[in-house]
Protein backbone atom coordinates (compact mmCIF):
# COMPACT_ATOMS: atom_id res chain seq x y z
CA UNK A 1 0.00 0.00 0.00
CA UNK A 2 1.29 3.33 -0.91
CA UNK A 3 1.23 5.83 2.21
CA UNK A 4 -0.32 9.13 1.43
CA UNK A 5 2.15 12.21 1.36
CA UNK A 6 1.45 15.09 3.96
CA UNK A 7 0.39 18.26 2.71
CA UNK A 8 2.75 19.96 4.71
CA UNK A 9 5.55 18.09 3.29
CA UNK A 10 7.12 20.57 0.78
CA UNK A 11 9.77 18.45 -0.65
CA UNK A 12 10.67 14.73 -0.51
CA UNK A 13 14.44 13.17 0.46
CA UNK A 14 15.74 11.79 -2.05
CA UNK A 15 16.27 8.95 -0.14
CA UNK A 16 12.77 7.99 0.17
CA UNK A 17 11.61 8.37 -3.82
CA UNK A 18 13.79 5.25 -4.48
CA UNK A 19 12.28 3.14 -2.31
CA UNK A 20 9.17 3.81 -3.61
CA UNK A 21 9.87 3.62 -7.20
CA UNK A 22 10.80 0.13 -6.22
CA UNK A 23 7.80 -0.37 -4.67
CA UNK A 24 5.50 0.18 -7.44
CA UNK A 25 6.75 -2.25 -9.76
CA UNK A 26 6.47 -4.60 -7.04
CA UNK A 27 2.73 -3.90 -6.34
CA UNK A 28 1.88 -4.23 -9.80
CA UNK A 29 3.92 -7.64 -10.20
CA UNK A 30 1.18 -8.77 -7.10
CA UNK A 31 -1.88 -7.86 -9.07
CA UNK A 32 -0.62 -9.43 -12.21
CA UNK A 33 -0.17 -12.15 -9.95
CA UNK A 34 -3.11 -12.72 -8.38
CA UNK A 35 -5.31 -11.67 -11.49
CA UNK A 36 -3.23 -14.98 -13.32
CA UNK A 37 -4.19 -17.36 -10.27
CA UNK A 38 -7.72 -16.39 -10.08
CA UNK A 39 -8.04 -17.03 -13.95
CA UNK A 40 -5.85 -20.47 -14.19
CA UNK A 41 -7.22 -22.90 -11.86
CA UNK A 42 -6.06 -24.01 -8.12
CA UNK A 43 -3.66 -22.51 -6.16
CA UNK A 44 -1.16 -23.59 -3.58
CA UNK A 45 -3.57 -21.91 -0.79
CA UNK A 46 -4.98 -24.36 1.79
CA UNK A 47 -7.88 -26.44 1.17
CA UNK A 48 -11.08 -24.91 2.03
CA UNK A 49 -10.32 -21.45 1.07
CA UNK A 50 -12.18 -19.28 -1.29
CA UNK A 51 -9.39 -18.86 -4.26
CA UNK A 52 -9.31 -23.03 -4.04
CA UNK A 53 -13.08 -23.41 -3.99
CA UNK A 54 -13.74 -21.25 -6.95
CA UNK A 55 -11.06 -23.14 -9.17
CA UNK A 56 -12.23 -26.34 -8.49
CA UNK A 57 -16.36 -25.15 -9.02
CA UNK A 58 -14.73 -24.17 -12.47
CA UNK A 59 -12.95 -27.64 -13.10
CA UNK A 60 -16.52 -29.84 -12.52
CA UNK A 61 -18.44 -27.09 -14.60
CA UNK A 62 -15.87 -26.99 -18.15
CA UNK A 63 -12.79 -25.75 -19.21
CA UNK A 64 -13.13 -22.40 -19.69
CA UNK A 65 -13.99 -20.04 -16.36
CA UNK A 66 -17.37 -18.48 -15.45
CA UNK A 67 -18.36 -15.16 -15.24
CA UNK A 68 -18.33 -15.75 -11.65
CA UNK A 69 -14.33 -16.55 -11.61
CA UNK A 70 -13.69 -13.48 -14.01
CA UNK A 71 -15.84 -11.33 -11.46
CA UNK A 72 -13.33 -12.68 -8.53
CA UNK A 73 -10.64 -12.99 -10.21
CA UNK A 74 -11.44 -8.75 -11.22
CA UNK A 75 -11.82 -8.34 -7.07
CA UNK A 76 -8.77 -10.13 -6.53
CA UNK A 77 -6.47 -7.90 -8.80
CA UNK A 78 -8.05 -4.66 -7.24
CA UNK A 79 -5.71 -3.49 -4.47
CA UNK A 80 -8.81 -1.57 -2.78
CA UNK A 81 -11.61 -4.47 -2.52
CA UNK A 82 -13.03 -6.26 -0.16
CA UNK A 83 -12.58 -10.05 0.47
CA UNK A 84 -13.08 -12.59 -2.06
CA UNK A 85 -16.62 -14.10 -2.01
CA UNK A 86 -17.26 -17.34 -0.15
CA UNK A 87 -16.98 -20.10 -2.32
CA UNK A 88 -20.93 -20.90 -2.35
CA UNK A 89 -21.61 -17.56 -3.52
CA UNK A 90 -19.09 -17.47 -6.63
CA UNK A 91 -19.14 -21.32 -7.60
CA UNK A 92 -21.84 -22.10 -10.82
CA UNK A 93 -24.12 -24.35 -10.14
CA UNK A 94 -24.10 -27.78 -12.31
CA UNK A 95 -25.84 -30.77 -12.74
CA UNK A 96 -23.74 -33.65 -12.58
CA UNK A 97 -24.08 -35.71 -15.68
CA UNK A 98 -24.37 -38.98 -15.44
CA UNK A 99 -22.10 -41.36 -17.17
CA UNK A 100 -22.93 -43.82 -20.07
CA UNK A 101 -22.26 -46.97 -17.25
CA UNK A 102 -24.83 -45.10 -14.81
CA UNK A 103 -27.57 -44.20 -17.61
CA UNK A 104 -26.92 -47.86 -19.46
CA UNK A 105 -27.64 -49.49 -15.89
CA UNK A 106 -30.55 -47.21 -14.90
CA UNK A 107 -32.38 -47.74 -18.44
CA UNK A 108 -31.64 -51.97 -18.07
CA UNK A 109 -33.06 -51.63 -14.42
CA UNK A 110 -36.40 -49.53 -15.30
CA UNK A 111 -37.08 -50.89 -18.49
CA UNK A 112 -38.92 -54.29 -18.68
CA UNK A 113 -36.77 -57.78 -18.75
CA UNK A 114 -36.68 -59.62 -21.91
CA UNK A 115 -37.79 -62.81 -21.92
CA UNK A 116 -35.40 -65.66 -21.70
CA UNK A 117 -35.27 -67.61 -25.19
CA UNK A 118 -36.58 -71.31 -24.37
CA UNK A 119 -34.75 -74.12 -25.82
CA UNK A 120 -36.27 -75.34 -29.00
CA UNK A 121 -37.62 -78.84 -29.23
CA UNK A 122 -35.40 -81.09 -30.21
CA UNK A 123 -35.74 -82.40 -33.95
CA UNK A 124 -38.26 -85.83 -34.20
CA UNK A 125 -35.76 -88.54 -34.67
CA UNK A 126 -35.63 -90.21 -38.38
CA UNK A 127 -38.07 -93.17 -38.73
CA UNK A 128 -36.82 -95.82 -40.92
CA UNK A 129 -39.23 -96.78 -44.25
CA UNK A 130 -40.67 -99.99 -44.58
CA UNK A 131 -38.71 -103.86 -44.55
CA UNK A 132 -35.45 -104.87 -43.73
CA UNK A 133 -32.30 -104.19 -44.56
CA UNK A 134 -30.30 -107.22 -44.53
CA UNK A 135 -26.95 -106.04 -45.56
CA UNK A 136 -27.33 -102.90 -42.60
CA UNK A 137 -24.50 -103.27 -39.33
CA UNK A 138 -27.59 -103.55 -36.87
CA UNK A 139 -25.08 -103.51 -33.94
CA UNK A 140 -23.90 -100.00 -34.89
CA UNK A 141 -27.40 -99.04 -35.27
CA UNK A 142 -28.35 -100.10 -31.65
CA UNK A 143 -24.85 -98.43 -30.87
CA UNK A 144 -25.77 -94.78 -32.28
CA UNK A 145 -29.30 -95.36 -30.99
CA UNK A 146 -28.45 -95.50 -27.80
CA UNK A 147 -25.94 -92.59 -27.62
CA UNK A 148 -28.98 -90.62 -29.33
CA UNK A 149 -31.30 -91.81 -27.17
CA UNK A 150 -28.46 -90.95 -23.77
CA UNK A 151 -28.60 -87.17 -25.08
CA UNK A 152 -31.94 -86.45 -25.96
CA UNK A 153 -33.76 -88.63 -23.30
CA UNK A 154 -36.24 -90.87 -25.47
CA UNK A 155 -36.21 -94.71 -26.11
CA UNK A 156 -34.82 -96.88 -28.29
CA UNK A 157 -37.08 -99.47 -30.06
CA UNK A 158 -35.78 -102.64 -31.58
CA UNK A 159 -38.38 -104.01 -34.11
CA UNK A 160 -37.25 -107.68 -35.38
CA UNK A 161 -38.64 -108.54 -38.65
CA UNK A 162 -38.41 -110.21 -42.08
CA UNK A 163 -39.34 -109.45 -45.42
CA UNK A 164 -41.53 -112.09 -46.11
CA UNK A 165 -43.01 -111.42 -42.74
CA UNK A 166 -47.15 -110.71 -43.35
CA UNK A 167 -47.63 -109.16 -39.92
CA UNK A 168 -44.33 -106.95 -40.45
CA UNK A 169 -45.94 -105.56 -43.16
CA UNK A 170 -49.10 -104.86 -41.57
CA UNK A 171 -47.10 -102.79 -38.84
CA UNK A 172 -45.04 -101.12 -41.36
CA UNK A 173 -48.28 -99.53 -42.56
CA UNK A 174 -49.41 -98.19 -39.49
CA UNK A 175 -45.46 -96.90 -38.74
CA UNK A 176 -46.05 -95.22 -42.31
CA UNK A 177 -49.67 -93.42 -41.05
CA UNK A 178 -48.78 -89.63 -39.53
CA UNK A 179 -50.04 -90.10 -36.37
CA UNK A 180 -48.15 -93.07 -35.36
CA UNK A 181 -44.78 -91.80 -37.42
CA UNK A 182 -45.54 -88.69 -35.01
CA UNK A 183 -45.27 -90.61 -32.06
CA UNK A 184 -42.69 -92.67 -32.96
CA UNK A 185 -40.10 -89.36 -34.00
CA UNK A 186 -40.91 -87.82 -30.98
CA UNK A 187 -40.68 -90.65 -28.18
CA UNK A 188 -38.44 -93.19 -30.00
CA UNK A 189 -35.04 -94.42 -31.82
CA UNK A 190 -36.35 -96.54 -34.54
CA UNK A 191 -34.27 -99.89 -35.50
CA UNK A 192 -35.01 -102.72 -37.74
CA UNK A 193 -33.63 -105.96 -37.37
CA UNK A 194 -33.69 -108.25 -39.94
CA UNK A 195 -33.97 -111.68 -38.27
CA UNK A 196 -35.40 -113.65 -41.70
CA UNK A 197 -32.00 -114.35 -43.10
CA UNK A 198 -29.06 -115.99 -42.10
CA UNK A 199 -27.79 -113.62 -40.71
CA UNK A 200 -25.77 -114.94 -37.04
CA UNK A 201 -25.18 -111.63 -35.97
CA UNK A 202 -28.74 -110.50 -36.25
CA UNK A 203 -29.69 -113.73 -34.18
CA UNK A 204 -27.99 -113.25 -31.85
CA UNK A 205 -29.21 -109.39 -31.13
CA UNK A 206 -32.47 -111.24 -30.70
CA UNK A 207 -31.16 -113.54 -28.07
CA UNK A 208 -29.36 -110.81 -26.30
CA UNK A 209 -32.57 -108.05 -26.14
CA UNK A 210 -35.36 -111.66 -26.30
CA UNK A 211 -33.69 -113.94 -23.55
CA UNK A 212 -36.22 -116.06 -22.93
CA UNK A 213 -35.80 -118.13 -26.68
CA UNK A 214 -38.43 -120.69 -27.94
CA UNK A 215 -40.69 -119.70 -31.03
CA UNK A 216 -40.51 -115.94 -32.27
CA UNK A 217 -43.83 -114.60 -33.49
CA UNK A 218 -42.59 -111.58 -35.72
CA UNK A 219 -42.05 -108.94 -35.65
CA UNK A 220 -40.61 -108.67 -31.71
CA UNK A 221 -41.26 -105.49 -30.52
CA UNK A 222 -38.32 -104.37 -27.74
CA UNK A 223 -38.85 -100.94 -25.84
CA UNK A 224 -35.17 -100.09 -24.22
CA UNK A 225 -34.10 -97.55 -21.84
CA UNK A 226 -31.28 -95.16 -22.74
CA UNK A 227 -29.19 -96.78 -20.28
CA UNK A 228 -29.59 -99.99 -22.21
CA UNK A 229 -32.08 -101.81 -20.30
CA UNK A 230 -34.94 -103.66 -21.93
CA UNK A 231 -38.23 -102.42 -20.61
CA UNK A 232 -41.11 -104.94 -22.49
CA UNK A 233 -40.33 -107.74 -25.04
CA UNK A 234 -43.52 -108.60 -26.79
CA UNK A 235 -42.11 -112.11 -27.39
CA UNK A 236 -42.79 -112.37 -23.75
CA UNK A 237 -46.31 -110.04 -23.19
CA UNK A 238 -47.52 -110.68 -26.68
CA UNK A 239 -47.88 -108.37 -29.30
CA UNK A 240 -50.33 -105.37 -29.56
CA UNK A 241 -52.99 -105.30 -32.19
CA UNK A 242 -51.44 -104.32 -35.59
CA UNK A 243 -53.53 -101.82 -35.98
CA UNK A 244 -53.06 -97.64 -35.88
CA UNK A 245 -54.94 -97.90 -32.28
CA UNK A 246 -53.31 -101.04 -31.05
CA UNK A 247 -49.63 -99.69 -31.86
CA UNK A 248 -50.22 -96.12 -30.95
CA UNK A 249 -51.90 -96.98 -27.20
CA UNK A 250 -48.82 -99.41 -27.07
CA UNK A 251 -46.04 -96.41 -28.16
CA UNK A 252 -47.50 -94.02 -26.02
CA UNK A 253 -47.49 -96.91 -22.45
CA UNK A 254 -43.86 -97.43 -22.96
CA UNK A 255 -42.75 -93.83 -24.21
CA UNK A 256 -41.87 -92.78 -20.53
Not at 90 to 104: E, M, V, W, Y
Not at 130 to 156: C, E, N
Not at 192 to 206: C, F, H, R
Amino acid sequence: MLRPVRADRRTTSPRSAAPLGRRLPLVAAAVVAAGLTAACGPSSEPAGSAAAATATAGQSSQAFPSESQSATASAAASPTASAPPSASASAPASSPTPSRAQSGSGSTGGGSAKPARTSAAPAPAKVPGPGYDSSADAQKQIDAALRAAKADGRMVLLDFGANWCGNCKAADKVFAQSQTAGILGASYHLVKVDIGGNSPANSALLRKYSPSGGTYTMPVLVVVSPSGTVRTDTHVTGNPSLTAEGINSFLRKWAA
